[in-house]
């Protein structure tokens, strides 16, 4: 549906099953092609054939029309009073799954405080004074000796203090004793450096040398008290960090203990009357938690039986035991339905699901799709026309309808220059070939098939290319334009609004699209993207209802990408060929997911057998008469005692 030659290698087969098209020549996109929807397949009425003799002498009670607006009436008051008989067991259902809940909760609630409270009991009974006395005295004693213990380690930690202070001015003294002999040493080499004579570097050199040993034995000696101090020193400081851990140990201990003496104080402190008072209310409220439970227990097996029978109830009379209901159509739930998701392989659902989302009593039905095609709102008008649709309660979603669709009309019809040097009918082409005086170049102009005075489209040619062709809608007014390199490849695309302002740009390089640009009602630029993709991803997010659910055939990848990347709310329609598909599956995993458009009857029953949560399902075919019905008996299910 794109009217861009450039635009028609990314066209899919859904475009040829929207319409039908004379195929475009290798240099020129179409655009006013005539469009055709396909249409619906009407339902072939059956002629039966005429009666014999010996048939027309048995005269039936009723005709056809009579037992049909029978079985209707009849049908009308079943599925009223199924409807109700299904939510009236739901409720219940519902109700006693609460109930059930809660009881539940009551009853972990209570095993918790019989635990609490049987705990609490035990201990007043296993409270002994002279026990917990001899504890205390114990305890007493604990502490008294670990308290005792803390002066020696004090005692201790001075006496190594000490010992690390002499050994520090030991360390103190060698050290000097170490400088001085480096110092001297130093000495000694620089007087050497500083003599250049040879004879007296080598009468020096021979006048230090006693010398110099003396320091190198010197400094030996001191190296080796050092490394001795050193040891000791090291020694002792891991002595004060044990003396400290141990030290530690004994306070962690003696808080220990202090705490447990505080313990059993508080529990002596209990006098013997509050002992037997606390052991009476505590065996009292025992014996009334042990009663709830077995009044709550034996609720929930009631509950539990109940729900067991109100399951087979559901099951025997409704095939489910979830919950399933019409697709909703009140003022909160709004469909819009995906046409590309249906074309090109499902035409004649794509009509079927348009109709009934209008007969199930949707005020509007949105139709999206996200072509860029100037004549898709014309093409959508024959469409719903050749098949009975009310066009009125039709909303076009597209992205390019809504953008060009901005402003008010305004300017005159186009209409050809002045400067014509000649002009001649192509009645092949269905074209008007035009020559300008200036001889710059000529026109070749198509006019609307359903109003030849409005021109439809310009091709504007220089030698033997097409240097531009323009494009007017119903009102004689541009509507778009195509811009050509010399090379005949695309150069870029515009598009106007109904105000004559350009909406919308798109810039192309070696047959692929290098940018969007998107303008306002004042032509200023607000928005780029990388192509029309992106920009309909945008789109989306920004002017998309989100109360709006995107119906699309289930068998479309591209439909389900579409829904899950722009996070939409989905209904899938589905046949009886796609129940056993890897998305169905997918769909019928997802918490949120519960609407669905199926094909039938049968289709329906398979789809709830699928799942176990509650679905919403709307018919294209509701019509369903079983062989025979029976009324239900209120012991279906009944579980015995």
Known sequence: MKFFKSREKEVTNSTNALKTRVAPSQTQPTSTS?????????????????????????????????????????????????????????????EQQQTKLSVQKTIAKTNQQIEATTKNVDELKALDSADLESQLAEKQKEIANLTRSQPLFDKNLTALADKLKVIAKQQSSLQAKQDKLTHNREEIVTKLHAEQDPLKILSLAEAYRERLETIEKQ??????????????????????????EELTQLNDSLKVANNEQKAIEKKLSTKQTQQKQQLSHGE????????TKERATAQLTHLTKQIEHN?????????????????????????AVALDAFLPDHPVALVQTVQRLLDLGASQVGLYSELFDINLPAEIDLWASENGLDRSKLELINPLYQIQNQGNLSGEPVKLPQNIAHKDWDPKLQVSN??????????????????????????????????????????????????????GSLEQEQYYRKDGLVGLTVDYQAGQQAGVALFDGAGIQTNTFINTETMITWWMQNHFRPSCAL????????????????????????????????QLNYYLQQQNQHRFIVADYQTAQSLIQHTNNNLELGYLNSVYLPSQITGPNLKTGFLED
């Open 551 to 582: 119906v699309g055939h289930i068998d479309s990848e591209a439909y389900n990408h579409f829904v899950q990347h722009n996070q939409l709310a989905a209904v899938p329609y589905v046949a009886e060929s796609s129940l056993n598909s890897e």
């Open 34 to 94: 005539k469009t055709t929807y396909p249409t619906a397949e009407p339902t072939k009425k059956v002629i039966s054939k005429q009666p014999t003799t010996e048939e027309v002498t048995v005269k039936r009670s009723y005709d056809l029309d009579t037992l049909i607006k029978r079985i209707t009436s009849i049908s009308s008051d079943y599925n009223q009073v199924r409807t109700q008989l299904q939510n009236q067991l739901f409720t219940e259902l519902d």
């Open 284 to 291: 009292q409220q025992l014996q009334t938690l042990t009663q």
């Open 311 to 335: 399951k087979r109830q559901l099951a025997n009379w409704f095939g489910t035991t979830h919950q399933v209901l019409p697709l909703p159509m009140d003022d909160q739930h709004q469909y």
């Open 219 to 244: 400094t030996k000696q001191l190296a080796e008290q050092q490394s001795q101090a050193d040891a000791e020193a090291a020694k002792l400081n891991i002595q004060v960090q044990q003396t400290n």
């Open 434 to 487: 035009v020559v300008l005086t200036d001889n710059s170049g000529s026109l070749q102009v198509k006019y609307r098939p359903e109003n030849p005075e409005l021109i439809g489209e310009i091709s504007y040619i220089t030698g033997n290319h097409v240097t531009k062709r323009s494009f007017f809608n119903s009102h004689g007014l541009l509507s778009a334009n195509a811009l050509f390199a010399a090379d």
